[in-house]
């Protein structure tokens, strides 16, 4: 009895692994295939830098006053200023959303008062606007 249990535990492994190669071969017609129809392919290099082309030097600080600059945060919590009344809404909407909900309920002139407030004061903190939109919203 056990010679045949081991005759079929046998049989099943061969057979296993015969599928097993069988699978791998048909992998590498397949990978042979891809490979052949890339053959005639050519890479797009109109994005690539020319070797000659000189590159700036990076340094982790430009990059993150790049990022500063382009957010409208200044480190600290400052907002940048000079920015004009839509650029001041979106700099709310993207870094500050929940000063940007509370804006949005104010009224028109409501929200032109926390933007001068805003133009004058230099640096204008996310605290100090905060409290003012707060405080207009306390008023009505």
Do not use: W
Not at 81 to 110: A, H, R
């Amino acid at each position: 009895m056990a010679f045949i249990c081991r005759s079929i535990i046998n049989t099943v492994c061969v057979t296993a692994l015969l599928f097993a190669l069988k699978a791998i071969a048909a992998d590498d017609e397949y990978l042979k295939m891809l490979e052949a129809e890339a053959k005639g392919l050519e890479v797009d290099k109109s994005g690539q830098l020319d070797q000659s082309q000189e590159t700036d030097e990076v340094s982790p600080e430009s990059i993150m006053n790049l990022n500063l600059k382009s957010s409208g945060v200044q480190e600290g919590g400052a907002l940048q200023p000079g920015l004009k009344q839509e650029e001041f809404v979106e700099v709310l909407k993207k870094n500050f959303y929940g000063s940007f909900v509370f804006y949005q309920k104010l009224d028109s002139i409501d929200q032109q008062t926390v933007y001068y407030n805003y133009t004058k004061s230099s640096p204008a903190y996310i605290d100090s606007i905060r409290q003012d939109i707060l405080d207009h919203l306390k008023d009505r």
